[in-house]
C-alpha cells in the first residue's frame, strides 16, 4: 500500500473507529511496563503500532538487561532516545537520545557502572500507557512527557523556574554502545536542529537520521558533530517546551517530511489520543470477556506487545533503504524491517493470519522484496541489514503457512524461488554491494551442504548441528508442500524426504536427539540437560527441549520412539524431571521452567499441544493451564523470558483464547485450555469468530466437550478456513 495511503488509514482508524460499539478503551487495560523487569527485556515508552518511532526512556546501555535501553530495577535515567527494540537477547539502537536539564548537567554512575550524564528518578512519578510515557526528574525538578507518531516523537517538558535551563543531544550514544562510524548535527535555525549517524554494531551498517523543531528558541553548542548543548531563555516555574522529532532511515529530508506531515501543529495532546485511538482500533481487533481484571490486564498488554514489531520502516514518501544499501522509491510498497523470524514463526505471524492477514502478507512482500535486493530471505533483519543471527531459515515459514491458508497476496513464484534458495544459499548471485564475509560467516552455514547429500550435519563440521538439522528438516517439509501446491512433483518428492532428516538425529541408547560425528558415532560425552549453545549441538537449549522439535511429522516421532507408550512416558518426563540446567545456560535464556519444559525460550513452545495429537489432550489443557497462570504476571518480571519482539506475548494471547498453531504450515488449531468467559475475534472480513467457555473457573481447568456451530468435535482440532468463515466455538469445561 502507498505509504500516504497508509497514514491516511491510520489518521482515519484514529479519528473514525476509536474503539468498538461496546465503548470499551482497550488501550485503558494495557500495562507497558510489564516485561521491563527480569529478563523480559520490553520498553516503557510511546510508540504507535508497527512505528518507526518508539520514543522511550533509557536507563543503562551495557549487559544483557540492558537490550531494550530500559531495566524497571533503575532508578537513573540517562535520557530518551527514538528507536528501540522490544525484548531482544542482542541489544542495538537507541537513537537520538534527548535529555533536558536545567542548571547544570549532572553526572552520575548508572546501573551499569558508567558515569554519564542523567538524573534520579521514581516509580512513583512514572506513568506509561499507550502512545504516552512520562516522568519526573528528579535532580533538574523537569516533567517528561512523550507520545508518537508512525515516523514522528513529540517532548514535551514542564520546566521549574531556572536561570540555565537547556538539552543536551547525544549521537554518540548506542545501546551495547556500538560503534560510531560518522555522524553530523547542525543547528538550521534558533528552533531548528538535524542530523545523522552510521552506526556498525548488530546490524552492521545502519543510518539513521533527524530533524526536529522546537516551540521555543534556543543557543546551540556542537561538540565533534555528535553531541550538542542546546541553552533556553530562563524559564518561570511551570514554562512548557516542546520538541518535536521526524526520524527517517533514509535521509534528513525524509526525516523532516516524515515529522511535517504527521505532526503539522505543536497540539501535543492531540497526538497523545490519536496514538490512544490508534491502540484501541488495533487491541479491539479482539474482545475478551472476564470478570479477571488481572488476566484483561496482561491479555491486551500480550495483544499490545504483539502489534510493535515488525516495524514500517519506510518513509511517508515511499523511499526507504534497500537491503544493498540503496534508496529506494516505491509508493505502492511498504518497507518492514525488526524480523525476529526464528522466535515469531512460531506465534506471531500464525496470530497475524487471524487478525491481520493484510498487514502480514505486506510483511511477507516486503521479505520478499529483501530478497530480490540482497539475494537472500533474511534469518533476522534489522533496519535493512542481514544480521545472520539464530538459526533456520523461517522465512520460509511465513510465506507458506500464509499460502495453505489462503491468504496469497504476494509473488508466489518469486516467493518459491527464495525458499528454495534458503535450503541451500548459493552466493553467486547476491547483490556484490552485500558484506560476503557477513552471508559467509553468518548466513550460509557449511552443513547446509551435509544435510542435503548425506543427511545430517555432522558435530564437529558445525556448531548447534542438532538444533539446525532439526529445524532445517521443517523448513524444507514446508518447501515441500509449497512445491505440491504449485504443481512442482519432482521438487516436492525431493524436499518431502529432506522433511525426513530429523530421524538421522535421533539416538535411540538415549531417547534423545543427539549430535552425531561425520563417521556415522555419536558426539560424546552426552548431557542431555547441558547447554552451552556457543560450543554444544543444541541452540538456546538442550536435548530435553530440543528432542520435540518435530512438529511437521508428530506421528513420525512416535515410531522413532517406540510407539504411543513410550513416546508419552518420554514426553512426561520432560514436564516431571529435575529442571536443574548444567552449562554456561543454567540462568537466562533456558527460563520458565516446568521440569525441562523452558517457556522461557522458543524451542519449547508447541511442545504441550503434542499431548493433543496423541490423544491425550488432558495434560495439553492442565500444562496450558499451568503455564498461563504461573508464568505470565501483571508486573514488570511478568515474562519468564525475553518478550522475543512479540512472540512471548503471541502465545499467551493465542492459547488464553483457547488455542494455539502448534506447526505453521498446517493450517489448524490445537484447542488447550481458554482463561475467558467469551472471546470475540472480528475478522478482516467482517465475520465474527467467538469462543464461548461454559463453566469456566480456575478450577475447571479440563475440557468436557468442544462443539463448532453447535456440532460436536471428535477432536480437539478446528481448521483455519472454518475460523475465518466466523461462528462459535462453544467449550464445556470441568475440573475432571
Not at 475478551?288 to 506487545?305: G, M, P, Q, V
Request: proline share 4%; aromatic share 12%.
Amino acid at each position: 500500500m502507498c505509504k500516504q495511503i497508509c497514514f491516511l488509514y491510520f489518521l482515519l482508524c484514529c479519528c473514525l473507529f476509536p474503539c468498538k460499539s461496546n465503548g470499551q478503551d482497550y488501550a485503558s487495560l494495557v500495562n507497558p511496563f510489564i516485561g521491563t523487569g527480569g529478563h523480559g527485556h520490553t520498553y516503557p515508552g510511546a510508540v504507535v503500532p508497527h512505528g518507526l518511532v518508539q520514543l522511550s526512556p533509557d536507563t543503562r546501555n551495557e549487559a544483557w538487561d540492558a537490550c531494550s535501553g530500559y531495566h524497571y530495577t533503575d532508578n537513573y535515567l540517562i535520557g530518551f532516545s527514538h528507536t528501540h527494540l522490544s525484548g531482544t537477547g542482542i541489544g542495538d539502537l537507541g537513537d537520538i537520545l534527548f535529555l533536558p536539564y536545567s542548571g547544570q548537567l549532572k553526572e552520575a554512575i548508572g546501573a551499569d557502572k558508567k558515569v554519564r550524564f542523567g538524573s534520579a528518578f521514581s516509580h512513583e512519578k512514572e506513568k506509561a500507557s499507550p502512545a504516552y510515557y512520562s516522568v519526573h526528574l528528579d535532580d533538574y525538578d523537569i516533567e517528561v512527557e512523550l507520545t508518537a507518531s508512525l515516523h514522528a516523537g513529540f517532548h514535551r517538558y514542564t520546566f521549574p523556574q531556572s536561570e540555565n535551563p537547556g538539552l543536551f543531544i547525544d549521537l554518540t550514544r548506542t545501546i551495547h554502545d556500538r560503534e560510531l562510524v560518522h555522524s553530523e548535527l547542525q543547528a538550521v535555525s534558533a528552533y531548528e536542529i538535524q542530523g545523522m549517524k552510521q552506526v556498525r554494531g548488530w546490524a552492521p551498517d545502519r543510518y539513521v537520521y533527524f530533524y526536529a523543531q522546537f516551540s521555543e528558541p534556543f543557543t546551540a553548542t556542537i561538540e565533534e558533530n555528535a553531541t550538542a548543548y542546546l541553552k533556553f531563555e530562563k524559564t518561570n516555574k511551570g514554562k512548557q517546551i516542546l520538541v518535536k522529532v521526524g526520524v527517517s532511515f533514509v535521509d534528513i529530508d525524509g526525516a523532516k517530511n516524515n515529522l511535517q506531515t504527521e505532526i503539522a501543529d505543536w497540539d501535543f495532546d492531540k497526538i497523545r489520543e490519536d496514538g490512544h485511538k490508534a491502540w484501541n482500533v488495533e487491541l479491539s481487533k479482539i474482545e475478551a470477556t472476564t470478570s479477571d481484571k488481572k488476566n484483561l490486564r496482561i491479555f491486551y498488554t500480550a495483544l499490545y506487545h504483539s502489534a510493535l514489531e515488525p516495524i514500517v520502516s519506510s518513509d511517508i514518501d515511499g523511499r526507504y533503504r534497500t537491503m544493498d544499501n540503496r534508496i529506494a522509491e516505491d509508493k505502492n510498497y511498504t518497507n518492514y524491517s525488526v524480523f525476529s523470524l526464528w522466535d515469531t514463526f512460531r506465534a506471531l505471524h500464525p496470530l497475524n493470519t487471524i487478525i491481520s492477514p493484510t498487514d502480514n502478507q505486506a510483511m511477507i512482500r516486503s521479505l520478499i522484496r529483501k530478497y530480490e535486493e540482497g539475494g537472500l530471505l533474511p534469518m533476522w533483519e534489522l533496519i535493512s541489514n542481514y544480521t545472520g543471527c539464530m538459526i533456520g531459515y523461517h522465512a520460509v515459514s511465513l510465506i507458506v503457512d500464509s499460502y495453505v491458508k489462503g491468504e496469497r497476496d504476494f509473488d508466489i513464484e518469486k516467493a518459491y524461488q527464495a525458499c528454495e534458495k534458503s535450503s541451500v544459499y548459493d552466493v553467486v548471485n547476491v547483490s556484490p554491494t552485500i558484506n560476503r564475509s557477513i552471508l559467509h560467516n553468518n548466513l550460509m552455514p557449511i552443513g547446509k551442504a551435509y544435510k542435503n547429500t548425506i543427511g545430517y550435519i555432522p558435530a564437529e563440521i558445525e556448531k548447534q548441528s542438532v538444533a539446525r538439522g532439526l529445524e532445517y528438516a521443517y523448513n524444507d517439509w514446508l518447501i515441500a508442500l509449497l512445491a505440491k501446491e504449485l504443481g512442482h512433483e519432482d521438487e516436492y518428492q525431493y524436499y518431502s524426504e529432506l522433511g525426513k532428516n530429523y530421524k538421522n538425529y535421533y539416538d535411540a541408547s538415549t531417547g534423545f536427539m543427539r549430535g552425531k560425528m561425520k563417521d556415522g558415532s555419536w558426539r560424546t560425552p552426552f548431557d542431555p540437560r547441558h547447554s552451552d549453545h556457543n560450543n554444544d549441538d543444541y541452540c538456546e537449549g538442550n536435548a530435553w527441549q530440543w528432542t520435540w522439535f518435530v512438529p511437521h511429522d508428530v506421528e513420525g516421532l512416535v515410531e522413532l520412539m517406540g510407539g504411543q507408550t513410550a513416546f508419552v512416558q518420554k514426553l512426561d518426563s520432560l514436564f516431571s524431571i529435575s529442571s536443574e540446567v548444567t552449562g554456561e545456560n543454567a540462568s537466562g535464556d533456558i527460563s520458565g521452567m516446568i521440569g525441562q519444559y523452558a517457556h522461557g525460550n522458543e524451542p519449547s513452545h508447541q511442545t504441550i499441544h503434542l499431548y493433543n495429537r496423541i490423544g491425550q489432550p488432558k495434560k495439553t489443557q492442565r500444562l496450558t493451564d499451568e503455564v498461563l497462570q504461573t508464568l505470565y504476571f501483571d508486573d514488570p518480571n511478568g515474562l519468564s523470558g525475553n518478550e522475543d519482539c512479540g512472540e512471548m506475548s503471541a502465545w499467551y494471547v493465542l492459547n488464553s483464547m483457547g488455542f494455539y498453531s502448534y506447526c505453521p504450515g498446517i493450517p489448524e488449531y490445537s484447542i488447550g485450555r481458554p482463561l475467558f468467559d467469551e472471546v470475540k475475534i472480528h475478522l478482516e472480513n467482517g465475520k465474527i469468530f467467538t469462543i464461548r467457555t461454559v463453566n469456566n473457573s480456575a478450577v475447571n481447568k479440563y475440557v468436557e466437550s468442544a462443539r463448532l456451530n453447535g456440532k460436536k468435535l471428535a477432536t480437539l482440532f478446528f481448521s483455519h478456513k472454518e475460523l475465518m468463515e466466523g461462528g462459535v466455538l462453544e467449550i464445556t469445561m470441568t475440573d475432571r
